[in-house]
């Protein structure tokens, strides 16, 4: 898709990647809620006509923007790991601290929904079903006697997903590599810090 | 202090602590940008002036609130801990949890600050100082070789402390106790996950 920007010289084109950039930069900015689409208009260059011949409106831009973190995420799960629950586990770990650099804004948007619209209570249902999923490879990692017994499945995913998500709090790109991030979580959580 | 409130019966009145409560969930529910002092006035019951007889406004209002997440954190640090640099860390990690449950409407307000205001800028400097002072112990918990040396130090306070503030996202009381939460972390954190 490209779209048509406003302007009296040569029109500017966004294709509906750059779109997208431009309104999740702006979402993360105002936040959601606050976001009209005069502010989406003015982010973009584009009139607001020019972005509903493409979209429904605002809804179904947050829709398309979370979507791209979400299926990034659940992509990590599919990828093919051999070896016992725990390797798969540090895997899954590892490989979200990639998503999350790599797809920065998308992720942050993700974590920030509140479930307010419908599009945002669906971004909510899939991040319960990625935790679901994670739980249940703490769990078999546990009974395959690879992880500790004496912490509650739930509360392990929920604090390393917590470290995961917290990374958008202060990550930019050039500070630290995303792998040296994913290394520092894996080590830490798997291996722990006293030596 | 105590504030009266509007109505026709008996007014209700507030002490600051209450009136402070009443303010912070509608912070945190709106976000504090998009709040305005009518709807603060709904909120707490109370007319606008009788609110502006006791602070100069709602950014005095946000000062306040945090401020209670900051000192219950700052005061954790000064805890007095014998041994070496990794048992005050451990014991930092482990009480920052337990200030988190106790306070959790004013840590979530602490951790959603944005800089727009005065009030939010101290707030962001004094949650950059605790950083500081983490990174610090971290680093001194090295020195001592108890701490793995493999890991950047204020990498390490940034995961720590992305797994402590992720709590404020899910942590309701009566799913997890306070202390099952701070023994969790400092389990996975410091002996690790795997067997």
Avoid: C
Avoid at 123 to 128: F, G, K, M, Q, V
Avoid at 172 to 191: N, Y
């Amino acid at each position: 898709m490209t779209v048509t920007a406003r302007g009296r010289g040569r029109p500017a084109r966004h294709s509906l990647d750059e779109l997208l950039a431009l309104v999740v930069q702006e979402f993360n900015a105002r936040g959601y809620d606050a976001t009209s689409m005069e502010d989406l208009a003015r982010a973009t260059g584009l009139t607001k006509s020019s972005i509903y011949n493409h979209v429904s409106g605002k809804e179904e831009l947050l829709r398309l923007a979370v979507a791209r973190a979400v299926d990034a995420l659940f992509a990590v799960l599919d990828e093919p790991v051999a070896g016992p629950a725990v390797d798969r586990l540090e895997h899954v770990v590892r490989r979200s601290a990639d998503v999350l650099a790599d797809q920065l804004p998308y992720v942050t948007l993700l974590l920030r929904v509140r479930g307010n619209t419908e599009a945002e209570r669906w971004a909510l249902e899939r991040r319960r079903e990625f935790d679901r999923r994670l739980s249940a490879l703490v769990r078999a990692a546990i009974d395959e006697g690879d992880v500790r017994a004496d912490l509650d499945p739930r509360l392990v995913s929920r604090l390393l997903f917590g470290m995961v998500n917290g990374v958008v709090e202060w990550y930019r790109p050039g500070t630290h590599s995303a792998s040296d991030v994913g290394d520092g979580i894996v080590a830490l959580a798997f291996e722990g810090l006293r030596r």
